[in-house]
């Protein structure tokens, strides 16, 4: 598989082209529709990365995921990043204070 196997629809390339120029969608976000527009323009996954910003395996990333769930791929997954240190009664506690 690689980066030049993506192959769109009219309504897909319409949605990322939307989400690169959006001023109301993340920078994350148009950048990985832009990984992916490059990607089906034949671009290379080493060219796409220069170009975006993105390492050689994040590019990879983004391709796989689109290619295998297609634009919900792009969107980050539920119950990413940081978790609390604190236990719930305790944010809780914070909260009411705060």
């Known amino acids: 598989m690689s980066a030049q196997d993506i192959v769109l629809s009219p309504e897909e390339s319409a949605e990322l082209s939307r989400r690169t120029r959006s001023a109301t969608i993340s920078q994350r976000d148009g950048r990985r529709a832009r990984v992916i527009l490059l990607a089906a323009q034949g671009c290379s996954r080493v060219e796409i990365a220069r170009l975006v910003g993105f390492s050689l395996r994040s590019v990879t990333l983004w391709c796989k995921r689109f290619q295998e ?30």
């Open 69 to 98: 769930q297609g634009l919900d791929g792009l969107i980050d997954k539920p119950g990413r990043g940081r978790k609390s240190f604190l236990p719930p009664d305790a944010m809780a506690r914070v909260l009411e204070k705060v």
